[in-house]
Each structure stands twice: as C-alpha cells, then as structure tokens.
C-alpha cells in the first residue's frame, strides 16, 4: 500500500496536528496544502471540485506514502471506493466526542466551518463507515498509529 488517507470532520484538528504535533512529523501532510483553493470561488459545485481534490489527494498520498490528513466530501470518497480508485483499508475516518468537537469548532470562531456545518460533516463520515467499513478512530493520535503501522509495510 503506499499512502493512507485520514479524513475527519472540520474542526476535529487535522492541519493543528499537522503542524504542530512531533508524532504526526515525517508521516503526514495537510490534504488542505494540496488544493488551489482561489480557483474555488463562492458559488463553487462542490461535488465536482471534490471529486477533482480528491484526485490530486490520492496521486499525492500514493506517490509521497505518507497519510494525508483531510475532509473531503465523503461523496467523494464513497465514489472512489465503488469505482475502485480507494480501497477500504486505504482510508480511515477520526469522529472525536461530540462535545470536544464541538468546543474546538467554537474554538475556532470560523463562519463559513461552524458547528452545524461540522454535524453535517459527522454524519457524512458516520455513513461512510457504516457503508464501506472504513476504519474508524475516536482520536488522531489513535488514527496516525494505525496509519503508521499500516505505512511501514
């Protein structure tokens, strides 16, 4: 296998763990770093730029074989699993309690990512698991070791 995917609902921490956290050092990248996000204007289809995102994910994981730390529209994601471009145990979902979630979203005061907007996030990752039984962690910490283990194969 070569890269992992670890995607999580917005305000759950990826880009802080990214940067800041030394056991995320060497093995991670921020999928957010990846994407031209000027050319996504306001009135963006954001299934067709995610789909396109995702791509770009996916070559860049694949070809570096490190974890991308992402949310993407798990519309997306379900896509490449029924398509084959993803397989199941190439991707990994992080739902962290709700109430930490939410205070860190709150945290985080961003309009356009609040907390309604992170619910809808976690349900979209609940259903993927339910569906594709996509691994599923309660913290990033738990998500990079499992990544990390399946990296070093």
């Not at 056991?23 to 789909?51: E, M, Q, V």
Request: charged fraction near 25%; aromatic fraction near 6%.
């Amino acid at each position: 296998m070569a890269g992992f995917l670890l995607i999580a609902p917005t305000g759950t921490g990826k880009t802080t763990a990214c940067k800041a956290d030394p056991n995320f050092a060497g093995i991670t990248i921020d999928g957010d770093s990846l994407i031209d996000w000027p050319r996504c204007g306001p009135n963006t289809d954001w299934t067709i730029k995610d789909r396109e995102h995702l791509d770009i994910v996916l070559d860049h994981m694949r070809a570096s074989n490190k974890c991308v730390c992402w949310y993407v529209g798990t519309t997306a994601v379900a896509d490449s699993l029924d398509d084959g471009r993803l397989a199941p145990d190439e991707v990994a979902v992080v739902l962290i309690s709700e109430g930490e979630h939410r205070r860190r979203v709150e945290y985080r005061r961003q309009s356009s990512h609040g907390w309604s907007t992170a619910c809808e996030h976690r349900a979209l990752c609940e259903k993927l698991t339910a569906d594709y039984g996509v691994s599923r962690f309660t913290s990033l910490e738990e998500a990079i070791r499992h990544a990390r283990s399946i990296l070093k194969r």
